[in-house]
């Protein structure tokens, strides 16, 4: 901790974090990495609709529900990417609550 509260990390902070490259000869990983610019790139696109002038209220729960359908798939494509089981998808999502 640094002065005012603030953290600094290095690297040793972060080795033990498990991240997930792409082999790009891979032809699923490929299909995955796909999927997953495609989906930031729709949530991207979304929040940008939901911050202009703002719209009537239905549309506005239109984009909002488009939001959360499309940060499931994110969900869902990470975890088939770390390979997690049912189980360790609940302890997940009860931490992210």
């Known amino acids: 901790v640094l002065r005012g509260g603030y953290y ?3 690297t040793d902070y972060l080795n033990p974090f498990p991240i997930r490259t792409i082999d790009f000869s891979n032809p699923v990983d490929v299909a995955r ?3 997953m ?3 930031v790139q729709s949530m991207l696109d979304l929040h940008r609709q939901l911050s202009y002038p703002p719209g009537p209220d239905h549309e506005r729960t ?3 529900r488009r939001i959360e359908a499309t940060d499931r ?7 088939e990417l770390y390979g997690l089981k049912e189980e360790e998808i609940g302890i997940v999502e ?3 609550e």
Request: glycine share 4%.
């Open 94 to 96: 009860a931490g992210a």
């Open 73 to 79: 798939q994110i969900d869902a494509l990470v975890y």
């Open 8 to 10: 600094v990390f290095t």
């Open 37 to 39: 610019v495609k989906l």
């Open 62 to 64: 239109l984009i909002a």
């Open 33 to 35: 990495h796909d999927r």
